[in-house]
């Protein structure tokens, strides 16, 4: 019993970790060679990312953010496998893993909607869960134009789908608190939704930036 608790603490220290570093800082360094972190001081990120980099680099970004969120859930499998619990260690470190992206300690406890943790955590558990939490949250996002308002969707549609599909009660329960927790730290951005100060991706063509250069 004493062994199983010291690898679901190991799995905690990884998941949160790697939860807590920065997906920008990974990129920066590795990927573009440039501090990630300058763009969109004044306006939205990913609008202004996508104008640097086109849609090739926003897939770059998206992979760097995928390899970063699955291998805790890697190590948490394969941690656990030695008790016969593989599932049972990818579940806790997806919910680690989601607990620092939206409380990163690298950050001063300030992290991100965590939707794509929320879609590898659930894709890693069961297919058809994964999918269904995809296509919440991409479908939201898109229509909306809000991360926020695609992060709740794809939290509401994991809990609806971990309850009808997932059979283990512990599994079930790991699932509900990953989803339940992206939930609960995104409702704020309801308010804000409705008061119109929530700020929303643009897919346009931006040319306001080229007014800044000097000729």
């Known amino acids: 019993m004493i062994g199983y608790w010291i690898l679901l603490l190991i799995t905690a220290f990884f998941a949160y970790c790697f939860g807590s570093i920065s997906t920008l800082s990974i990129a920066s360094v590795f990927v573009f060679h ?36 699955l291998i805790p859930i890697l190590i948490g499998s394969l941690l656990l496998s030695f008790k016969g619990h593989a599932d049972i260690g990818r579940a806790f470190a997806g919910f680690c893993l989601v607990l620092g992206r939206l409380f990163p300690c690298f950050n001063r406890f300030r992290g991100s909607c965590a939707s794509m943790c929320l879609i590898v955590s659930m894709f890693c558990i069961n297919l058809s869960l994964g999918i269904a939490t995809a296509v919440a ?18 939290a509401l549609t994991s809990i609806l789908v971990t309850v009808l599909v997932v059979d283990d009660n512990l599994l079930r329960m790991l699932l509900i608190l990953t989803a339940g927790i992206v939930l609960v730290k995104n409702l704020p951005a309801i308010r804000r939704i409705a008061n119109k100060t929530e700020m929303r991706m643009s897919l346009e063509e931006d040319i306001s930036y080229k007014f800044d250069e000097t000729f």
Do not use: P
């Not at 926003?58 to 969120?69: Q, T």
């Not at 996002?141 to 969707?153: D, M, V």
């Open 34 to 69: 440039r501090d990630l972190h300058r763009i969109g001081k004044k306006s939205m990120f990913l609008s202004n990312f996508r104008r640097l980099y086109g849609w090739k680099g926003a897939l770059k970004l998206l992979g760097v953010e995928l390899v970063r969120d």
């Open 137 to 154: 949250v991409l479908a939201v996002t898109w229509f909306s134009r809000y991360l926020a308002a695609g992060a709740i969707a794809g």
